[in-house]
C-alpha cells in the first residue's frame, strides 16, 4: 500500500550547473514511492500481489497505467489533488534529489479509502503499508489500518519511519513486523549502535516499545541483518555482492518476507529470502526490481544463526 506515491523522475548529467540550462535526453520516469517498490518486487517473485493507495490528476494515472503494463493488479482510490513528482539528479557520483511534499487527501477521500481497504483486507493474507502518509491522513491512520486488518486475521508488515512508526508502536494494535535499518532503530530509541556491538542492538530490541510484534527485523545494508522473533533472535550474514543501485532494498526485503510469509516458509527460510531479495534489489540499475534467478543464487549462500 502506497498512501503518497510518486513519479519518479532521475535526471543523469555529467556535470550540475547551477544557475544555468541544464539539457539531457536520458530522462527515466517511473512509478514510485516505498508501496510501489514492494508491490513490483512481489510481482517479479511470482506473487499474487494487488497494489492499492490514492492516485490523483494525470500523474495518478501515469502510475495507474504504468502498473497496468506491468500486469499488477490495481485498485486506487482516486483523489482530487495531483500526485507528486520526486526528482533524482544524478551527477558526478551525487545524487541530489527535489521531493515535491505531494497532494492532501480530503476527510472524504480518506473515508472512501478506509471503506475500500476495509473490501481488500478480506482478501489478503498479509498487507505491507510502506512509506509516509500524505498531508490530509489523520497521524493515526496506519493504527487504524492495523486494526481493521487484525479483524480479518491478514498479517501487517510495516515499513515506516519517523512520527508515523513512533504513532504506531504507542497504539494498541501492533503490526507483526517492523524493519527499521539501523539509522531509523537510533532514531526510535534516540541512542547510537554500532555494528561492532551486535548484542547492544539485541538488547535494545527488548524494549518495551517493541513488546508484542511478533517479528522487528534491524536491516544492516550489506552486513545483512539482526532479528528479533518473539523470544528467538537471529544473525543473517550475506556473502558480498557487486551492487549497481541498492535504493529500494528495503522495500524488496518488506517484499520478500511478505511473499515468503504468503507461501508459508519455515522461520530460517523466511530470512533467507528477505535478505535474498534486498540483495537481489542492489544489483539491479532500476529501483524496485528483482530477478528471481539471482534471488535463489543468494538465498542458497545466507547464513542464518540463532544467537
Ligand atoms: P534500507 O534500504 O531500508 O536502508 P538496507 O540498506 O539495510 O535497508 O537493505 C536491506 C537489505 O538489502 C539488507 O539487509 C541486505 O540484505 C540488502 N542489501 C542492501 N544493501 C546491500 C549491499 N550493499 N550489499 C548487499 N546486500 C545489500
Not at 511478533?214 to 544473525?235: D, N
Not at 550474514?237 to 516458509?265: H, K, Q, R
Request: aromatic share 6%; net charge negative.
Amino acid at each position: 500500500m502506497t498512501m503518497n506515491p510518486s513519479i519518479d523522475i532521475s535526471y543523469p548529467l555529467d556535470t550540475l550547473r547551477l544557475d544555468t540550462v541544464n539539457r539531457t535526453d536520458q530522462v527515466t520516469k517511473t512509478a514510485g514511492g516505498k508501496g510501489l517498490n514492494v508491490t513490483r518486487v512481489i510481482h517479479d517473485l511470482g506473487g499474487d500481489v494487488l497494489a492499492t493507495g490514492v492516485l490523483g490528476g494525470f500523474h495518478g494515472a501515469f502510475i495507474a497505467d504504468q502498473l497496468r503494463q506491468a500486469g499488477i493488479k490495481q485498485e486506487f482510490t482516486a483523489i482530487k489533488e495531483e500526485t507528486r513528482d520526486s526528482i533524482a539528479i544524478l551527477h558526478e557520483g551525487n545524487q541530489t534529489e527535489i521531493l515535491e511534499a505531494g497532494p492532501t487527501v480530503s476527510e472524504e477521500e480518506t473515508a472512501l479509502f478506509l471503506k475500500k481497504f476495509q473490501e481488500l483486507v478480506q482478501r489478503a493474507t498479509v498487507v505491507t503499508l510502506s512509506g509516509s502518509l500524505a498531508k490530509g491522513f489523520p497521524s493515526n491512520f496506519y493504527q487504524q489500518l492495523i486494526e481493521i486488518a487484525k479483524t480479518q486475521n491478514a498479517k501487517v508488515l510495516l515499513d515506516t519511519s519517523g512520527e508515523s512508526l513512533k504513532q504506531v508502536l504507542k497504539g494498541k494494535t501492533k503490526p507483526y513486523l517492523i524493519k527499521p535499518n539501523l539509522e531509523e532503530l537510533e532514531g526510535l530509541l534516540g541512542k547510537e549502535f554500532s555494528l561492532k556491538d551486535l548484542s547492544a542492538i539485541k538488547e535494545a530490541l527488548l524494549a518495551p516499545i517493541f513488546t508484542e510484534i511478533e517479528w522487528i527485523v534491524v536491516s544492516l545494508g550489506k552486513a545483512g541483518a539482526l532479528a528479533k522473533h518473539r523470544e528467538s533472535f537471529y544473525r543473517i550474514e550475506i556473502p558480498t555482492i557487486e551492487v549497481v543501485n541498492p535504493v529500494g532494498s528495503g522495500d524488496s526485503t518488506i517484499a520478500g518476507f511478505a511473499y515468503a510469509l504468503a507461501e508459508g516458509l519455515e522461520t530460517e527460510d523466511q530470512l533467507k529470502l528477505c535478505m535474498a531479495t534486498g540483495m537481489a534489489n542492489a544489483q539491479e540499475r532500476r529501483t524496485g526490481h528483482v530477478d528471481p534467478a539471482k534471488v535463489q543464487t543468494h538465498f542458497k549462500k545466507i547464513a542464518v544463526k540463532k544467537i
